[in-house]
């Protein structure tokens, strides 16, 4: 016969199996995140806030960033065709994602808030390969004390660039290594000319590189140069000019008349990933307007519309100034125009690190 004492140890000891039991099944589930590898060209000082939202939605996957810029990044995903390593491409230029994609390294999804997103501002292919998540354009920054101290006229035109006054006093990206840079020489060839390297684009480039003290690898690094007075104008993109005039950089903000190259940064799940759901999750979130609306704090426009609140120092018509892109074009010729440029500029341009 048992006593009462031995019957409650009995039950105790059956409950403490019993939780033991339920906490080792609970722990390794609460313990299991998913980590997916997002190739991406955003700018470092934006990836915090995008993961904090994105892990308020999805707690359990983690993400880790593989970060450079556009054209690095570009290069980096098609040397690794063969044995992909990306599991999401995210903030990276549209004109990049369609040649991915025209090398068959994407996985179409419709996410869940596609039909939020403009048609103008996503793959037309259903589902689609790609979504945009804003719109990043070309921005001239302009350094006016130094501007001053030198006698430089503000430009007003890309062309108010050919002129001597600004010789050996403007830096720009170099289009190969930077997505700025290369949405620049496409709007010049759609703008003034392409002819296969002999129209007015090209013209217009050769004047320019007169005037070009170097081309760096970085859509940022031109604004920030200007920005510390090293030289008078730096031709880059609108998050950063607006981001360094935000910080007392003695910078205007020029949009040449004649019209600006842009791309977007968007989004897309790598081919071959072991991590669709994760992946679709991410997209899912990546299109929603809570994030659009973290987007619209650099940009001024996003892929939802009437989402981005009016950023200072940035026109309002500023999405009525953008050139017609063709992404498909971009990618198309992305490899022909990248060659012309190298082979006739590429001597200014800053040593790779």
Known sequence: MRTPGTAHWLNARAHWLATAALLALALPAAAQKTTLLVYTALETDQLKAYQEGFNKVEPNIELKW?????GVITAKLLAEK????????????????????RNGMLEPYKPLNLDAIMSQY??????????????WGATVCFNTVEAQKKGIPKPETWKDLLKPAYKGQIVMPNPASSGTGYFDVTAWLKLFGDDGGKGGGWKYMDGLHENIAQYTHSGSKPCNMAASGEYVVGISFEYRANANKAKGAP???????????????????????????????????????????LYGKNFAIT???????????????????????????????????????????????EPKK
């Open 66 to 70: 593989v970060r450079d810029s556009t």
């Open 82 to 101: 063969a044995n992909p390593q990306a599991d999401v491409v995210m903030g990276v230029a549209a004109s990049s994602l369609a040649l991915l994609d």
């Open 122 to 135: 996503r793959d037309k292919k259903n589902p689609p390969a790609w979504f945009g998540m804003d719109v």
């Open 251 to 293: 910078i205007d903000l020029v949009f040449p008349k004649e019209g600006l190259g842009w791309d977007l940064e968007a989004f897309a799940i790598h081919k071959g990933t072991k991590k669709v759901e994760a992946a679709r999750k991410l997209a899912d979130w990546a299109s929603s307007k809570d994030a659009m609306l």
């Open 303 to 349: 892929a939802q519309p009437g989402v981005a609140a009016p950023l200072a120092n940035v026109p309002k018509d500023y999405e009525a100034r953008l050139v017609k892109m063709d992404f498909g074009w971009a990618a198309e010729n992305r490899e022909r125009i990248l060659a012309e440029w190298t082979k006739r500029y590429n001597a200014k341009s």
